[in-house]
């Protein structure tokens, strides 16, 4: 597949609240045939949830073989951060390469309103391209530049048309940073399933829907994910190299990530978790644990 030259060839690749109604959507599988023989860890998964006190949601394929391995994957979560992955790939999608280089400037009344913003913080006198913004919003998670790149998007309702765009009619994004932490399971403001957003991570593996080399611009960034050592890539077996893009807020902590197994096609592997008590702290551990027992069903 074309997914694994690209990802080894890129610079920095590094290895290793009450129940929400679940929401009806296509299976990631192609076949009929293969749902029987999927494996099955929910037994592990909800020792894990007992442990932290938490709820898990999972949503992974094999690419290559159709094999998903799921457990909540059709509840709701809030999906924090992540979704900056998301709205970086539809500006690489919606903006042509010689309109990337647009400078865009904003306030210091800008980063103090989206809170954490590492990169943007430091360019309110000289702004930085939409590219840079992008990467930005990706590398360094950073608030101001997701938001500057959800303006370019047409805002939260602009990020939703995209989003339906690539056939997921199931995420609901609302507000900007920092709003969107503000997760509505009621409502479904601000939040996802994991199948929904491991599609969407398929259908960015299709040309048609984002081109080779801005493909791989995606993966580069996610390989710079700032925050990304102690979560997926913590639990990956040695020698799979993880891209990914995490997220959190409160007692929300996720992680989307492209998983290579050496020689195989890519494993996609949403993670989305909430702590049950409220005011409880998020756990890294929680999500790299949960990776490690999801990725061991594709070994």
Same mark, same amino acid.
């Given at each position: ?14 290895? !290793? ?5 679940? %929401? $009806?959507?296509?299976? /990631? @599988? ?10 099955? &860890? ?18 992974? &394929?094999?690419? *290559? @073989? ?38 865009? @400037? ?10 954490? #913003? ?12 939409? !590219?840079?913004?992008?990467?930005? !919003? ?15 998007? *047409? ?10 765009? /690539? ?10 940073? $920092?709003?969107? =932490? ?5 409502? *479904? !403001? =601000? ?13 960015? /593996?299709?040309?048609? =829907? ?7 611009? /995606? ?5 710079? =994910?700032? @925050? ?6 913590? *639990?990956? $077996?040695?020698?799979? &190299? %993880?891209?990914?893009? #995490? ?21 996609? &592997? ?17 999500? #790299? ?6 990725? #061991?069903?594709?070994?």
């Amino acid at each position: 597949m074309l997914l694994l030259g690209l990802v080894l060839a890129l610079p920095g690749c590094r290895s !290793a609240a009450p129940e929400p109604e679940t %929401v $009806p959507e296509a299976s /990631l @599988t192609e076949t009929p045939e293969t749902l029987t023989e999927q494996p099955d &860890v929910s037994a592990e998964l909800q020792r894990l949830e007992e442990e932290f006190d938490a709820r898990v949601g999972v949503s992974a &394929v094999d690419t *290559g @073989t159709g094999t998903t391995v799921e457990h909540r994957a059709q509840e709701r979560f809030g999906f924090a951060s992540t979704l900056k992955l998301f709205a970086a790939a539809e500006l690489l999608r919606q903006v042509p390469v010689d309109q990337r280089d647009a400078r865009v @400037t904003w306030t210091q009344e800008d980063v103090r309103a989206a809170g954490y #913003s590492p990169t943007a913080g430091q360019h309110v006198a000289d702004g930085l391209t939409l !590219a840079e913004l992008a990467e930005a !919003a990706v590398r360094e998670s950073d608030n101001t530049a997701m938001n500057l790149v959800l303006r370019a998007l *047409g805002g939260p309702e602009g990020m939703e048309r995209a989003l339906a765009d /690539l056939g997921d009619s199931t995420t609901r994004v609302v507000d900007v940073e $920092p709003g969107i =932490n503000d997760a509505d399971l009621a409502s *479904g !403001a =601000n939040t996802t399933t994991p199948r929904a957003f491991t599609a969407n991570l398929r259908a960015l /593996l299709e040309p048609q =829907n984002l081109r080779e080399e801005d493909l791989a611009l /995606l993966l580069d960034w996610m390989t710079g =994910n700032a @925050t990304g050592d102690a979560l997926v890539r913590a *639990g990956a $077996p040695a020698g799979w &190299v %993880v891209t990914d893009k #995490s997220g959190g807020a409160g007692g929300i902590r996720n992680d989307v990530a492209v998983v290579l197994p050496p020689g195989r096609d890519p494993v996609l &592997v949403t993670i989305l978790t909430e702590k049950r008590a409220p005011g409880a702290a998020y756990d890294d551990a929680l999500v #790299s644990r949960t990776a490690a027992t999801v990725l #061991s069903a594709f070994e």
